[in-house]
Nanobody, 118 residues
Framework: QVRLEESGGGSVQAGGSLRLSCAVY????????MAWHRQVPGKERERVAA???????SYGHSVKGRFIISQDNAKKTLFLQMNSLKPEDTAMYYC????????????WGQGTLVTVSS
């Protein structure tokens, strides 16, 4: 069973940057997709970026050009570099893993809070 643990959240002013990390514990499958999602109270959770085992990435429209998803396969760690942060990026950010990027999520992390002030 895979367990995910996020870190790196915090408070930053608009225009600033943060880097989130997600440590993966357990054995990874031969194929997988890892992603970052975010959720604001009262709204649905949205996927902001995803990366598969081959390194193919995809981004949500609202973060494209500002966020970069990457992974260190040897260290089993997922990253999200967030640049040019906006107040509307304020949310709880979750790491997730699934067999394929179009599949339902198989495991979630506990989340890390990002707060962007204007």
């Amino acid at each position: 069973q895979v367990r995910l643990e996020e870190s790196g959240g915090g408070s930053v002013q608009a225009g600033g940057s943060l880097r989130l990390s997600c440590a993966v514990y357990g054995n990874l499958w031969s194929t997988y997709c890892m992603a970052w999602h975010r959720q604001v109270p009262g709204k649905e959770r949205e996927r902001v970026a995803a990366i598969d085992r081959d390194g193919v990435t995809s981004y949500g429209h609202s973060v494209k050009g500002r966020f970069i998803i990457s992974q260190d396969n040897a260290k089993k760690t997922l990253f999200l570099q967030m640049n040019s942060l906006k107040p509307e990026d304020t949310a709880m950010y979750y790491c997730a893993i699934s067999l394929a990027c179009e599949d339902v999520v198989d495991a979630w992390g506990q989340g890390t809070l990002v707060t962007v002030s204007s």
